[in-house]
T-cell receptor
Framework: GESVGLHLPTLSVQEGDNSIINCAYS??????FIWYKQESGKGPQFIID?????DKRQGQRVTVLLNKTVKHLSLQIAATQPGDSAVYFC??????????FGAGTTVTVRA | ETGVTQSPTHLIKTRGQQVTLRCSSQ?????VSWYQQALGQGPQFIFQ???????GRGNFPPRFSGLQFPNYSSELNVNALELDDSALYLC??????????????FGSGTRLTVV
Protein backbone atom coordinates (compact mmCIF):
# COMPACT_ATOMS: atom_id res chain seq x y z
CA GLY A 1 0.00 0.00 0.00
CA GLU A 2 0.92 3.64 -0.01
CA SER A 3 3.24 4.96 2.61
CA VAL A 4 5.46 7.95 2.96
CA GLY A 5 8.11 7.83 5.58
CA LEU A 6 11.13 9.65 6.81
CA HIS A 7 14.40 7.88 7.51
CA LEU A 8 15.21 9.48 10.84
CA PRO A 9 12.83 10.92 13.45
CA THR A 10 15.32 13.50 14.76
CA LEU A 11 18.16 15.58 13.38
CA SER A 12 20.49 17.83 15.36
CA VAL A 13 22.50 20.33 13.32
CA GLN A 14 24.95 23.09 14.13
CA GLU A 15 23.83 26.59 13.22
CA GLY A 16 25.32 27.53 9.87
CA ASP A 17 25.73 23.96 8.68
CA ASN A 18 23.65 22.39 5.93
CA SER A 19 20.80 20.04 6.84
CA ILE A 20 19.60 17.05 4.87
CA ILE A 21 16.26 15.45 5.65
CA ASN A 22 15.32 12.24 3.89
CA CYS A 23 12.04 10.63 2.95
CA ALA A 24 11.15 7.32 1.33
CA TYR A 25 7.90 6.64 -0.47
CA SER A 26 6.45 3.39 -1.72
CA UNK A 27 3.83 4.41 -4.30
CA UNK A 28 5.57 4.55 -7.66
CA UNK A 29 2.46 6.21 -9.13
CA UNK A 30 2.92 9.32 -6.98
CA UNK A 31 3.42 12.35 -9.17
CA UNK A 32 3.75 15.25 -6.77
CA PHE A 33 5.68 15.72 -3.56
CA ILE A 34 5.71 18.50 -1.01
CA TRP A 35 7.85 19.37 1.97
CA TYR A 36 6.18 21.06 4.93
CA LYS A 37 7.56 22.68 8.07
CA GLN A 38 5.51 22.58 11.25
CA GLU A 39 6.40 24.70 14.24
CA SER A 40 4.97 24.09 17.67
CA GLY A 41 1.33 25.15 17.91
CA LYS A 42 1.02 25.83 14.19
CA GLY A 43 -0.21 24.05 11.12
CA PRO A 44 2.10 22.72 8.39
CA GLN A 45 3.70 25.45 6.30
CA PHE A 46 4.57 24.86 2.63
CA ILE A 47 8.31 24.89 1.93
CA ILE A 48 8.84 23.53 -1.56
CA ASP A 49 7.31 21.04 -3.97
CA UNK A 50 8.44 18.93 -6.90
CA UNK A 51 6.69 17.00 -9.63
CA UNK A 52 7.70 13.53 -10.69
CA UNK A 53 9.02 14.78 -14.05
CA UNK A 54 11.77 16.69 -12.24
CA ASP A 55 14.85 15.55 -10.30
CA LYS A 56 15.71 18.75 -8.50
CA ARG A 57 14.10 22.02 -7.55
CA GLN A 58 15.59 24.95 -5.67
CA GLY A 59 14.05 27.62 -3.53
CA GLN A 60 15.41 30.14 -1.13
CA ARG A 61 18.01 28.22 0.95
CA VAL A 62 16.19 24.96 0.22
CA THR A 63 16.62 22.28 -2.42
CA VAL A 64 14.46 19.22 -2.98
CA LEU A 65 15.89 16.18 -4.73
CA LEU A 66 13.77 13.37 -6.13
CA ASN A 67 15.15 9.96 -7.03
CA LYS A 68 12.35 7.99 -8.63
CA THR A 69 14.51 4.91 -9.16
CA VAL A 70 14.77 4.27 -5.43
CA LYS A 71 11.66 6.25 -4.49
CA HIS A 72 13.56 8.68 -2.31
CA LEU A 73 13.04 12.35 -1.60
CA SER A 74 15.32 14.71 0.29
CA LEU A 75 15.20 18.27 1.54
CA GLN A 76 18.42 20.22 1.86
CA ILE A 77 18.52 23.38 3.94
CA ALA A 78 21.55 25.59 3.44
CA ALA A 79 23.13 27.53 6.31
CA THR A 80 20.65 26.27 8.89
CA GLN A 81 19.34 28.94 11.24
CA PRO A 82 17.69 28.70 14.68
CA GLY A 83 14.36 29.56 13.04
CA ASP A 84 14.63 26.34 11.03
CA SER A 85 14.03 24.29 14.19
CA ALA A 86 10.74 22.50 13.58
CA VAL A 87 9.21 19.22 12.48
CA TYR A 88 9.56 18.57 8.75
CA PHE A 89 7.13 16.40 6.80
CA CYS A 90 7.24 15.07 3.31
CA UNK A 91 3.86 14.56 1.67
CA UNK A 92 2.84 12.75 -1.45
CA UNK A 93 -0.03 13.36 -3.81
CA UNK A 94 -1.34 10.99 -6.46
CA UNK A 95 -3.45 13.40 -8.50
CA UNK A 96 -6.44 13.12 -6.17
CA UNK A 97 -5.83 16.19 -3.96
CA UNK A 98 -5.31 13.99 -0.90
CA UNK A 99 -1.95 14.39 0.76
CA UNK A 100 -0.28 11.41 2.42
CA PHE A 101 2.20 12.47 5.08
CA GLY A 102 5.14 10.74 6.65
CA ALA A 103 5.71 10.74 10.41
CA GLY A 104 8.08 13.71 10.37
CA THR A 105 11.65 14.59 11.30
CA THR A 106 12.30 16.91 14.22
CA VAL A 107 15.16 19.28 13.42
CA THR A 108 16.97 20.96 16.30
CA VAL A 109 19.49 23.68 15.52
CA ARG A 110 22.35 24.03 18.02
CA ALA A 111 23.77 27.51 18.58
CA GLU B 1 -5.39 37.84 1.52
CA THR B 2 -6.60 36.14 4.68
CA GLY B 3 -5.34 32.71 5.64
CA VAL B 4 -7.19 29.68 6.98
CA THR B 5 -8.75 30.22 10.38
CA GLN B 6 -9.98 27.50 12.69
CA SER B 7 -12.08 27.61 15.84
CA PRO B 8 -11.89 26.88 18.62
CA THR B 9 -8.14 26.59 19.19
CA HIS B 10 -8.49 24.20 22.10
CA LEU B 11 -11.34 22.02 23.29
CA ILE B 12 -11.89 19.44 26.00
CA LYS B 13 -14.74 16.96 25.66
CA THR B 14 -15.94 13.90 27.52
CA ARG B 15 -16.01 10.46 25.93
CA GLY B 16 -19.34 9.89 24.19
CA GLN B 17 -20.00 13.56 23.53
CA GLN B 18 -20.23 15.23 20.13
CA VAL B 19 -18.02 18.04 18.84
CA THR B 20 -18.12 20.52 15.96
CA LEU B 21 -14.98 22.18 14.65
CA ARG B 22 -15.06 25.12 12.26
CA CYS B 23 -12.85 26.31 9.44
CA SER B 24 -12.85 29.43 7.27
CA SER B 25 -11.00 28.91 4.02
CA GLN B 26 -8.45 31.25 2.53
CA UNK B 27 -9.88 33.89 0.25
CA UNK B 28 -10.29 32.52 -3.27
CA UNK B 29 -10.08 28.86 -2.21
CA UNK B 30 -13.09 26.65 -2.92
CA UNK B 31 -11.93 23.32 -1.50
CA VAL B 32 -11.51 22.34 2.13
CA SER B 33 -9.75 19.26 3.47
CA TRP B 34 -9.63 18.00 7.04
CA TYR B 35 -6.76 16.13 8.63
CA GLN B 36 -6.24 14.48 12.01
CA GLN B 37 -2.78 14.70 13.54
CA ALA B 38 -2.10 12.52 16.56
CA LEU B 39 0.75 13.51 18.83
CA GLY B 40 4.10 12.76 17.22
CA GLN B 41 2.54 11.67 13.92
CA GLY B 42 1.96 13.15 10.51
CA PRO B 43 -1.48 14.42 9.53
CA GLN B 44 -3.96 11.79 8.31
CA PHE B 45 -6.53 12.69 5.65
CA ILE B 46 -10.13 12.59 6.91
CA PHE B 47 -12.10 13.99 3.96
CA GLN B 48 -12.32 16.80 1.46
CA UNK B 49 -15.22 19.03 0.45
CA UNK B 50 -15.66 20.72 -2.91
CA UNK B 51 -18.76 22.62 -3.97
CA UNK B 52 -20.48 21.61 -0.75
CA UNK B 53 -20.09 17.88 -1.40
CA UNK B 54 -17.68 15.30 -0.04
CA UNK B 55 -14.99 14.80 -2.66
CA GLY B 56 -12.98 12.01 -1.09
CA ARG B 57 -12.63 10.29 2.26
CA GLY B 58 -9.84 8.66 4.22
CA ASN B 59 -10.04 5.67 6.54
CA PHE B 60 -12.27 7.24 9.18
CA PRO B 61 -15.60 5.88 10.51
CA PRO B 62 -18.97 7.46 9.66
CA ARG B 63 -19.13 9.23 13.03
CA PHE B 64 -16.72 11.69 11.40
CA SER B 65 -18.82 13.88 9.15
CA GLY B 66 -18.57 17.29 7.58
CA LEU B 67 -20.24 20.14 5.84
CA GLN B 68 -19.19 22.85 3.44
CA PHE B 69 -21.16 26.06 3.13
CA PRO B 70 -21.74 28.32 0.09
CA ASN B 71 -18.98 30.66 1.32
CA TYR B 72 -16.62 27.63 1.27
CA SER B 73 -16.25 27.51 5.05
CA SER B 74 -16.54 24.07 6.58
CA GLU B 75 -17.39 22.12 9.71
CA LEU B 76 -16.07 18.83 11.00
CA ASN B 77 -18.42 16.92 13.29
CA VAL B 78 -17.40 13.96 15.39
CA ASN B 79 -20.05 11.94 17.23
CA ALA B 80 -19.62 9.50 20.10
CA LEU B 81 -16.15 10.75 20.94
CA GLU B 82 -13.52 8.21 21.90
CA LEU B 83 -10.29 8.75 23.81
CA ASP B 84 -8.31 8.04 20.61
CA ASP B 85 -9.98 11.00 18.94
CA SER B 86 -7.71 13.25 20.97
CA ALA B 87 -5.56 14.99 18.37
CA LEU B 88 -4.86 18.18 16.49
CA TYR B 89 -7.46 18.66 13.76
CA LEU B 90 -6.17 20.59 10.78
CA CYS B 91 -8.14 22.25 8.06
CA UNK B 92 -6.54 23.05 4.71
CA UNK B 93 -8.06 25.04 1.90
CA UNK B 94 -7.00 24.92 -1.72
CA UNK B 95 -7.93 25.93 -5.24
CA UNK B 96 -7.13 22.80 -7.25
CA UNK B 97 -7.86 24.23 -10.67
CA UNK B 98 -5.12 26.81 -10.65
CA UNK B 99 -1.54 27.03 -9.58
CA UNK B 100 1.05 24.32 -9.70
CA UNK B 101 1.15 23.23 -6.07
CA UNK B 102 -2.54 22.81 -5.40
CA UNK B 103 -2.16 25.79 -3.10
CA UNK B 104 -2.81 23.86 0.09
CA UNK B 105 -2.89 26.30 3.00
CA PHE B 106 -3.25 24.89 6.49
CA GLY B 107 -4.80 26.50 9.51
CA SER B 108 -3.22 26.29 12.95
CA GLY B 109 -5.62 23.57 14.00
CA THR B 110 -7.95 22.75 16.85
CA ARG B 111 -6.45 20.77 19.70
CA LEU B 112 -9.15 18.33 20.87
CA THR B 113 -8.72 16.44 24.12
CA VAL B 114 -11.19 13.69 24.99
CA VAL B 115 -11.29 12.67 28.64
Amino acid sequence: GESVGLHLPTLSVQEGDNSIINCAYSNSASDYFIWYKQESGKGPQFIIDIRSNMDKRQGQRVTVLLNKTVKHLSLQIAATQPGDSAVYFCAENNNDYKLSFGAGTTVTVRA
Amino acid sequence: ETGVTQSPTHLIKTRGQQVTLRCSSQSGHNTVSWYQQALGQGPQFIFQYYREEENGRGNFPPRFSGLQFPNYSSELNVNALELDDSALYLCASSQPDRGNNYGYTFGSGTRLTVV
